[in-house]
C-alpha cells in the first residue's frame, strides 16, 4: 500500500492507494493516533512533506513504515496546484509514491538531528534576547539618556542602576532585564552542551581548524550540512547553503546576480559569519576577499568568500582533512 499523508499541527488527512492506484481509503485523524495507522499498514510506503512540523510525525511513522519525506519546492505539481484541499494533497501525495515520482528531502541521522534542534534552539534564544535589550535601549532613547554600546555587562549594569528614571521606566527596564538574565542563562546550558557535542565530533573538530570558526559556528555547520557523502560535489553543496549565483540567459547572453538564497539559512549565516572573521586572521581567505573588495564591494566580497570556505569545507570533510590551504603569494 501507499499511504499520502497531508500533516497538519494537531491532525493528518490520510489517502491510501493499493499499487494498481484504487483508492483502497482516506481518513482524517489526530497526530496523536498516527501511530495506529501506521501499525494496520506496517511495512507499506508512506509520504508526507518536509514542514516545520514534521518530526515527530516522522519519527511516529518511521517506525513501522518506509516514509519518504518529500520537497515541497521540487515538486511544483503539488505546490502549484489550482486545487488544494487536505484531501486532494493527500492523494497526490500517495499517487506520485507509488509512481517513484517525488523529490525527497534529506532525513539526517540522529545525532544531527538532535544537534540541529540545540543549535537551532540557541540561535532563537539569543535573537529573543537580542528584541529584549532592543526593548532597553528604546526606552533610553525615548527618555532621551544617552549611553555606551556596551550596557549589559558589569559596567554597563551599573550605569542603567545610577539613571534618574521615572518608577514606570524602572520597573519596565528591569522587567527587560530580568528577562535578559533567564535567556543567559538558557544560552548558556545550551552552549554546554553544543560544545561537548563539538568534542566528540570529528568534523566540527576539522572545521575549528579553520580561523574564524568556533565552537558554535561549527556545530552549525556540521548541523545543516549532515553526511557529506550525500554530496556529489562541492557546487552541490554551494547550492545547499543558497551561496550560489543566480543566472539569467536572453538568447546568447548571460548574467548573474546575487546567490540564490534557497536551502539551509542557518548554514549560509553561518559561513558569512565566519567569512567576517576569517578575513582578518587567514592570509589565504584574506586576500581573496581584498582582491574581490577592490573590485567589487565588501558585501559581495565577504558573500564570495563564505562560499570559498564552504568549498574548502566540502573537500576537508570529504577527504577527512584539516584546514590546509594553497599556498599564498606575498
Known amino acids: 500500500m501507499y499511504l499520502g499523508i497531508d500533516t497538519h499541527k494537531r491532525y493528518s488527512q490520510v489517502a491510501v492507494v493499493d499499487s494498481d492506484g484504487n483508492l483502497h481509503d482516506e481518513i482524517r485523524l489526530p497526530n496523536d493516533h498516527l501511530d495506529e495507522l501506521a501499525k494496520q499498514y506496517a511495512g507499506s510506503e508512506a509520504a508526507i512533506e518536509a514542514s516545520g512540523i514534521y518530526r515527530p510525525v516522522y519519527e511516529m511513522l518511521d517506525e513501522h513504515l518506509d516514509v519518504t519525506l518529500v520537497n515541497p519546492s521540487k515538486n511544483r505539481i503539488i505546490a502549484d496546484a489550482t486545487i488544494k484541499t487536505d484531501r486532494v494533497d493527500a492523494k497526490r501525495l500517495a499517487h506520485m509514491l507509488r509512481a517513484d515520482m517525488l523529490a525527497e528531502s534529506y532525513v539526517p541521522p540522529d545525532e544531527i538531528r538532535t544537534l540541529r534542534d540545540l543549535v537551532r534552539t540557541r540561535k532563537s534564544l539569543v535573537e529573543a534576547r537580542t528584541a529584549e535589550k532592543n526593548r532597553v535601549r528604546a526606552v533610553l532613547t525615548r527618555t532621551d539618556n544617552t549611553y555606551d554600546s556596551e550596557l549589559f555587562g558589569p559596567s554597563g549594569r551599573e550605569f542603567l542602576a545610577e539613571l534618574s528614571l521615572s518608577n514606570v521606566d524602572r520597573t519596565i527596564i528591569e522587567a527587560h532585564l ?153
Not at 272 to 283: F, G, H, K, T
Open 178 to 330: 530580568s528577562v535578559i538574565d533567564a535567556y543567559d542563562e538558557q544560552i548558556e546550558a545550551l552552549q554546554e552542551i553544543i560544545e561537548q557535542r563539538v568534542l566528540e565530533s570529528p568534523a566540527a573538530q576539522r572545521l575549528l581548524t579553520i580561523p574564524g570558526v568556533g565552537q558554535y559556528t561549527a556545530a552549525v555547520i556540521v548541523a545543516e550540512v549532515g553526511e557529506i557523502d550525500r554530496f556529489d560535489s562541492d557546487k552541490q553543496l554551494v547550492s545547499y547553503a543558497g551561496l550560489d549565483p543566480t543566472v539569467h540567459q536572453s538568447g546568447d547572453k548571460e548574467f548573474r546576480g546575487g546567490i540564490s538564497k534557497e536551502g539551509s539559512a542557518p548554514l549560509r549565516w553561518a559561513l558569512v559569519q565566519c567569512a567576517s572573521i576569517a578575513v582578518r586572521c587567514d592570509e589565504y581567505l584574506g586576500n581573496f576577499y581584498t582582491r574581490l573588495k577592490e573590485r567589487k564591494n565588501h558585501q559581495i566580497a565577504i558573500v564570495a568568500t563564505a562560499r570559498k570556505m564552504l568549498v574548502s569545507i566540502f573537500y576537508m570533510l570529504t577527504r577527512k582533512e584539516m584546514y590546509d590551504p594553497p599556498g599564498v603569494s606575498a
